[in-house]
């Protein structure tokens, strides 16, 4: 889901205008920390194509995933002065803290996975889903939390997301409106004086 508020706010930034100024601002933009990011997604990479071929990655997948949780949240804990990403901490912060009440996995909607077609559904109901998912049940703690929202057609790409979800892809799309759209004397000057201070 994080790709969508990627991609949804590059469109709209391009619509609005946004190509060169915001490949100037993309440009000069400091990040704290900035070699974590790549490296994490790396890392999950590998945690998605290990776990199907060695079983004891997929039996340790959960803390794996709670790994990278974690490192993200001080990544963008540091960066919190940039525009959107209190929402974005907000967002993953919701997600993990579902994921730690239900051992490391997130907690899927059989009912909202119908959009996903019945063979994910089967998946979900035999315990066999990919990755860090697993099928809500009486026993779900924070379901609320979980992935319980379907996305389907009109929507460009089915999917079931989570609370967490929305409100990560809503600091991101703020984030990256901040950086492509010119808004005169203002920039990324105040970023630039909080890390001064």
């Known amino acids: 889901m994080v790709y ?7 469109i709209v930034g391009l619509f609005r205008g946004g190509v060169r100024y915001g490949l100037n601002q993309f440009a000069t933009l400091q ?4 070699w974590i990011f ?4 790396l890392f999950q990479f590998g945690i998605f194509y290990m776990q199907e071929r060695l079983s004891w990655v997929a039996s340790i ?11 993200g949240l001080i990544f963008l804990w540091l960066n919190r002065h940039h525009r959107g990403f209190t929402l974005i901490w907000i967002g993953v ?3 993990f803290i579902v994921m730690a009440f239900n051992g490391g996995r997130m907690p899927v909607s059989v009912e909202a996975s119908a959009v996903l077609g019945p ?5 979900l109901r035999e315990g066999t889903a990919v990755s860090k998912h697993y099928m809500m049940d009486a026993s779900t703690h924070l379901a609320f939390l979980g992935d319980i929202i379907p996305l389907s057609s009109p929507y460009p790409r089915t999917q079931v997301i989570s609370i967490g979800d929305v409100v990560m892809n809503v600091g991101i799309f703020l984030f990256i409106q901040y950086m492509m759209v010119n808004r005169g004397k203002e920039d990324i ?3 630039e004086t909080y890390q001064t201070q």
């Open 119 to 123: 063979y994910y559904v089967d998946l």
């Open 93 to 95: 912060f919701l997600n």
């Open 189 to 191: 000057s105040s970023a």
């Open 31 to 34: 990040l704290r920390g900035g």
């Open 38 to 41: 790549p490296l994490l997604l």
């Open 61 to 71: 997948n959960g803390y794996l995933f709670a790994a990278v949780y974690i490192t």
């Open 4 to 10: 969508d508020g990627i991609l949804i706010g590059l």
